[in-house]
Structures are given as structure tokens and as C-alpha cells.
């Protein structure tokens, strides 16, 4: 089940408190239990809404029981839930993820006023100074700071399952620490080349730091430093490798190579390539989530404000521009169909609806300067300003409910005569100047509201198209601005009209799709695509002034990106054409190869492979098959190999890449021999055995066996080889030739003239054994 809005506050100022006393409480209780049953109340999953609204109301009862709270009192701190850290009054707040409420507070000692972080994604809670370098665990079930250690500052605070670990990004050193005892476990480990990039841990506690100077990605599985991964473009050319958790799957971003790819403990699995408009951006202004909850990566250039939307599952990258202007863009996180993005100007999250194409509503956070990080937890969006009073939680229907970390009411682990912090009626005096505009509007919090999902038919609301005009593509004609009777003695009596959303634009396999936002205020009687690639085939060739707003392109070249706008028809004969999409390759990158088979030609030496193409392989597509003496490159399904050795065991790998990326690939273990069963022959009774040599020879080595006179047993032929010439005893035949056997559970030798081997003559060697080498 996802968590839905359960209690709606969002009209609460920062500043104002809520009510207080069981009066009020019971009236909380009371909205709990009537949100909760018309977020989740039974449908065609009867099952699913009763378990939800029961766990609503254990949460209720939980909550009647232990009350609203104190200094002293230490209630269970909510499952669905987060830490929130205040660096002014040097605390951490947990919160329910459902209400918003602060249903417990830790005092960080010594850490006021410093700039810290929290790691809540292993079995334990810890915090890090990231001045000091003091590291304690918050004990949950006390509201208390317990065991604490001091390092050095400006490290890295790294936990996934049951490990932890610090990290000096200067230094190049990783420390492995106890998340219990907050103590060092062993010695560093020396990456030997800094600084070091962000680094992150998976749900099993697998570290993964990247290495920019050299290219690399490095891992710690258990704890202990791996083989490290080549994931930079070109050797000699410094990297900018920056970590995502897709889903708990290590993914990296190397902003110098443009590409997004996905890691395993064995090297690069899928590797996308990004678009121009992201991939080329001014170096340091590419951002990327260090998690996300689902497969998609966003990827941002803060400075044009171009997004990339990378599925790191099919390869689907969907390209939206936010516009450039003024903002001061953050780090960018999705949950569900939207993106959020802080703007660190003004303490907002933009708002971008994948399903609208279109940028909605801001949400307001904090309302002022500051920075605004944001982390997806239990199907939930968090948002955090450390140095403020107010973060926020937004739910999966985009639903926001405020969170005032300052509250005091609330359980912790202060004694009851201590002094609170100051700034705990929930404002701070901001610096001269830092104040954002009071008039920006909040996010969609109003209990009263009309929920209608945001989409092209949403009524309320008029999307900010946003984006900023794209350097010109090839085969891409320049936007013609909108016709609004500008120019003097122009257009006089013609209303004026106004321009589509700046299209979004998704790549698929052989297709691009093209989503926009319909023109506001006059509406039009339909919209035309621009920019599709010369014989191309679009559909449909017009839409309609109720939508569907899509349009999907057919054609063009993968190893080709396209911009593409949106011209809007209006019944006067005005037109008005909308910015340009970020350009977009009508392809993705394809998946691996399929039953990949193989076979030998005659004698051996040699692999003949075929294969069949991926699902989403379009024109264009190569084909690298390593594993032989050199790689070999063909956009044919077939390849082979040539100059082996016979009776080897080869690990061939055929991989699939594009313009779009590199796709997955297919290993195979290929065993170059082909052993026949043979029987003994010719074996006259005359009470001469037929001898089993260690060598092909009866002057070298020594004998390994033999087969008695008259028998005729089955041996397994592996391959021919020459030898000191023989003489068969008995009808005078003469050869140089052995067979190289599998006999009795040994391997040795036999004279090819006691072999039932098909010959041409005497003494050569046979057509359907091979050689050995």
C-alpha cells in the first residue's frame, strides 16, 4: 500500500502552532480516522483497505496510549517514519510520515551549529559532525545520543544493512566502522588517487565509491575492498562519476563520457548515453539523486535547467527542459509520476508532472534561502532544511504535509528541567536579504480542495510551460513566435493567443514520443508537430483541441538526436509555436542478445556463433564479440571466430550497443573439442596386447595400459597427433598416426591403426577426428 495523505496542514504558517490539549487531540484523532478511511477505504481491494485502515488505527491507538508527549516520556517512534536534523539547535527530530507530527527529538551534544548528516539507512541511526568529526548513534527506544567517537572532518557518513562506513574523499581512505559501538573496525583502505566521489551503500551493505582520477568504481562487498570497475570513458581523461541507488542497484554517472550506467559486482551491465542538451553541460553543474525508490535516475544541468529521465531498466530516457532564469537548482529526486527539484533562492520545490508534461504548482518548504535536501523513504518525499525550522513530507499523490522540527511538546531524552534551545517557536531571524517572496504559493494542501489529478484536463490549474529555446538541431527549423498582433496596426480585434507547453520527449525503440501541455487561455483547434526528421511518419498528423496531447514519431537515424515543438492553430488563423524539447535519439539502447549458439567448423580451430537480435534492437545496432584473440565488431547476428586451439575452453561474451548505449550482453563457455566414441579394432586373438602409451610413442614415455588380445572395447577419441611410426603386427600396416583417448578413467595414447577411425589410406590422418595442438 502506498501511504496517502492522512492529514492535511499545509495551510499552517511556519510560525503557527497547532492546538494543544486532549480536546484537541481527540478532534485530531477523529480527522486521523476519517482521512485515513477515505485515503484507503475498501474498493475492489477490500482486502488491501481493511489491512490499511486496521494499521491506521493501530497508529491512532498507539497514540492515545502514549499521548501527545514530553521531556521524560519515550513513546515507540512511528514505523513509517524519518530523522530530521536541526543544525541550530543541534537536534534530530523524528516524524511521522503519515501526519507530519514530531513524535520524538534527540539532543545532539556538542554538535549546535555545525553542519552534520544522519545515516538512517542501515540497522542503526548515525550521526556525523561533519566539523568535528564526532560520530554518535541516536538510541531510538531512549530518544538519547549514545556511543560516540571522533574522526576527522569533512568525511563522508556511508550505511546500507549491517554495515557502515567513513569515507575521507581527500584522502582516499575508506574506514569501515562498527555502527554499534560507532568505533573503527581494522585499518583504512587507500584508494590511492583523490579526491573520491560521493560514495553510497546498498540495501546488503556493499559500499561503492567512485574513483574520478581514475576511472574507476570500486566496491566493498562484505566490508572488504573488490576488484575495481573501469566505468570512465577514455583512459588519461579525468571522470566525474557520480553515484545513484536505483531500487538498491549501484548506477553511476560519468558527466564527462555523458552516460548513466548500471553496476555489477562483475563490471557494467546496461550503459545509456545521455542527451546533448544534459550531456554537455559546464563541468559540476550535472546533478543526480544518490537514491532513488524506483529505476529511474533524473539527471539535471541546473544551469539550462534540461532534465533527463533515465529508466535504467528499458533504456527509456524522457527529456523535459525547466526553464534556466534565476532559480538556484538543487539536487532533483521523483516519486511517481512527478520530479521534484529545489530552488535554493527561494525555498520551494518545482514541480514537474510527468503525465501532464508540464510544470505544476511549487510547493513551499521553508519559503527562504537555503538549502533543501530531499530523500525518498517509505514511498514517501522528504524535505529537509537543516538550518530551518520547517521541513515537509509529500506523499505519492503529491500531497504535502509540513513538519516543525522545533516543536517541544514532543518526547525526547532531555531531562525535564533543561533548558529548550532557542528558536523553538518555530522561527528563525533570517539573515538581511534571505527572505523569499511571501506570495509563493504552497503546495496542493487545501482540505477543501478538488483532488483532481493533474493532467491535461485539470481545470484549476495553468502550467508553467518553462524552458528556455535549444541550440538548433539538425533538420530543425527555428520556432516561429507567436502571432499576437505586436506590431503596430497588426491583428487589431484578434484576441491574443498563447503558446503550448514546452514538449517532453520520451525515446523508445525505433520511436520517439512527444507529450506537451495545451496552449492556455484561447483554445485552439489543434496542434502540429515541428521538427520530425525528413520522411519520417508522425502520428497522428494532427491533434485535437481536447488531446490526447501526443504526438509519436517514426523514423530517423539513432546515431541522430531531434528537437522538436509544437505548434498551436487557433480559428482566426493565428499560430503560436511552443519551445523546443531537449533533442531526443528515436532509439534506445538495446538489451542482450539472445540465444546465442555455436557451432564448429571442420577440423575445429575455430567458433562459428549466431544469435538473435534484442527485443528493442533497431537499425544501427552492433554487435562486439570478445572472448576470441581479438574482439570482433558486426551488425550481423553471426560472427567467428578463427585462429583457437583445439580441445580449450573459451568464455565468448556477444554484447549489443548503439548510439543510444550499450545494452546488456550474453556470455557463453565454449569447450573447442569434438570427441568421438571409437572401438578398439583389428585386435587379432594371437595373445598380443594392444599397449596404452603416456606418449605418442613406444620409444618415449611409458605404458599407461593395455587391452587384451581379441577385445574390442569402446574408447573416447579425442583428437590425433603425430608419432614414431608403427607396424600393425598382424596385416602389416604402417602409421605414424596416434589418438590421443579417454579409457578406463585415464588419458593416453593409442596407435591410430588399432582404431575403428575412418581413413582415406594408410598412415593419414583421419577427416573426422581433429588435431590436437
Known sequence: MRPRRLVNDGDAGEGERRPRGPAAFR?????????????????????????????????????????????????????????????RTGEAAHANGLTGDVDGKVKLPGMGDHPVSISQDGKTVLVLDEKTGKLVRIDPSQLTAEQSSRYGSGLQLVSGGSYAYLVDPVKAQVQRIDPVRTTPLGGPVDLGSGP???????????????????????????????????????????????????????????????????????????RFKLPSGVSEAPAGSVLVPSSTAGDVV???????????????????????????????????QVLGSKVYVPDHSNGTLKVYDTEAAAITEPVKVTGKRGKLSLFVRDGLLWVNDEDNATAVVINSSGHVNRVHKYDTDVPSGRKPREDAPSGDDGERDPAPGQDA??????????????????????????????????????????????????????????????PPGTPQAQSGAGVIRISFAPSPGVKPTGYRLEGAPPGAEVKPAKVGANGPFTFEVRGGSCAQQYSFSVEAEFSDGQKAESGRSVPTRPCVAPGAPQKVEYAFPQGGKGINLTWQAPGNAGSGTQYTVTGGKQPKTTSATKAQLTGLANNRTYNVTVAATNAAGSGGSTAVSVNLSHPLNRRITDNADDGEEVGIRTQPSTKEGTRLGQVPAGETPMLKVICQVEGTPEVHDTYGWKSAVWDRIEWDGKTGYVSDLWVDTSKHKDGEFSPEVWKCD
Open 27 to 87: 478532534a485530531r484523532c477523529a480527522a486521523l480516522v476519517a482521512s485515513a478511511w477515505a485515503a484507503v477505504r475498501p474498493s475492489r481491494r477490500r482486502a488491501t483497505g481493511y489491512i490499511a485502515l486496521c494499521s491506521v488505527g493501530a497508529l491512532v491507538g498507539t497514540s492515545v496510549v502514549v499521548g501527545s508527549g514530553k521531556a521524560g516520556a519515550v513513546p515507540d517512534l512511528s514505523d513509517i517514519g524519518a530523522w530530521l536534523t536541526s543544525s
Open 298 to 332: 533524473p539527471v539535471l544541468a541546473r544551469e539550462s535547467g534540461r532534465m533527463t529521465l533515465v529508466n535504467t531498466r528499458t533504456g527509456s530516457l524522457l527529456s523535459a527542459s525547466l526553464g534556466a532564469g534565476s532559480h538556484e537548482y538543487g539536487t532533483p
Open 437 to 498: 517572496p511571501d506570495s509563493v504559493p504552497e503546495g496542493p494542501s487545501d482540505p477543501g480542495r478538488d483532488e483532481t489529478p493533474s493532467g491535461p484536463d485539470a481545470p484549476a490549474r495553468k502550467p508553467d510551460r518553462g524552458g528556455e529555446p535549444d541550440e538548433e538541431a539538425p533538420g530543425r527549423k527555428e520556432p516561429k513566435k507567436p502571432q499576437e498582433s505586436e506590431q503596430p496596426g497588426e491583428g487589431e480585434g484578434k484576441p491574443k493567443v498563447r
Open 196 to 270: 573520491l566521489g560521493k560514495a553510497v551503500a546498498d540495501p546488503k551493505g556493499t559500499l561503492w565509491v567512485p574513483v574520478p582520477g581514475k576511472g574507476t568504481v570500486v566496491p566493498f562487498p562484505r566490508g572488504k575492498e573488490g576488484d575495481a570497475i573501469k566505468v570512465g570513458a577514455k583512459r588519461g581523461k579525468p571522470s566525474t562519476l557520480m553515484m545513484t541507488l536505483a531500487d538498491g542497484r549501484p548506477v553511476v554517472t560519468d558527466t564527462k563520457g555523458g552516460t548513466v550506467a548500471v553496476l555489477k559486482r562483475t563490471g557494467v551491465g546496461l
